[in-house]
T-cell receptor, first 115, second 113 residues
Framework: DTAVSQTPKYLVTQMGNDKSIKCEQN?????MYWYKQDSKKFLKIMFS???????INETVPNRFSPKSPDKAHLNLHINSLELGDSAVYFC??????????????FGPGTRLLVL | DAKTTQPNSMESNEEEPVHLPCNHS???????IHWYRQLPSQGPEYVIH???SNVNNRMASLAIAEDRKSSTLILHRATLRDAAVYYC??????????????FGQGTTLQVKP
């Protein structure tokens, strides 16, 4: 069973389009995250939800809107896609209560290419 | 969040031990030292973490300096599968614990057969 899964794995789209990436975890965790890895391989936190409540929003453009319908799911909707949005997007989850800050489990990534 | 410094790259021979260093001179008392690695075309994966004492698990060992200003991740016998980018990350579990990981550039480990 995959712990953290993301769909789609690859996404190729035109500039200006709107697209969504979905993430699901079956680990029973209460906290989920979205990270972006750019072309230089630099990984950066975008959002985090704890029990469906937004707790981190790292100055990401308003075109990005996360949504957490329940604790097991965190989706990312992107409006009016731009060339600079091309990146690999990773979803992660953790148990907030775990000692040491909580181990994060990452999904396989969604490779987004905006043409 | 406190900053960490790692070498950009390291090389190792297969089946030999590897010591990956990390400096974190501004570490605070509530910072845990976490190590993650990212294999090619995969998401990051947890390796090990510790606070003050050395730690061992099935993947690696973590040696933490007595003053906590540096640490070393030890892979006891490197395999080709261990070729990855290794990230040393400090996580504050104090009042501002949001859980986010702040990744630096990490150390790219090459393992030669």
């Amino acid at each position: 069973d995959t712990a953290v899964s993301q769909t789609p794995k690859y996404l190729v789209t035109q500039m200006g389009n709107d697209k969504s990436i979905k993430c699901e975890q079956n680990l029973g965790h209460d906290t989920m995250y979205w990270y972006k890895q750019d072309s230089k391989k630099f990984l950066k936190i975008m959002f985090s939800y704890n029990n469906k409540e937004l707790i981190i929003n790292e100055t990401v453009p308003n075109r990005f809107s996360p949504k957490s319908p329940d604790k097991a799911h965190l989706n990312l909707h992107i409006n009016s896609l731009e060339l600079g949005d091309s990146a690999v997007y990773f979803c992660a989850s953790s148990s907030h209560a775990t000692s040491g800050g909580g181990t994060q489990y990452f999904g396989p990534g969604t490779r987004l290419l905006v043409l | 969040d406190a900053k960490t410094t790692q070498p950009n790259s390291m090389e190792s021979n297969e089946e030999e031990p590897v010591h990956l260093p990390c400096n974190h001179s501004t570490i605070s008392g509530t910072d845990y030292i976490h190590w993650y690695r990212q294999l090619p075309s995969q998401g990051p994966e947890y390796v090990i973490h510790g606070l003050t004492s050395n730690v061992n698990n099935r993947m690696a060992s973590l040696a933490i300096a007595e003053d906590r200003k540096s640490s070393t991740l030890i892979l006891h016998r490197a395999t080709l599968r261990d070729a990855a980018v290794y990230y040393c990350i400090l996580r504050d579990v104090g009042s501002s614990n949001t859980g986010k990981l702040i990744f630096g550039q990490g150390t790219t480990l090459q393992v030669k057969p």
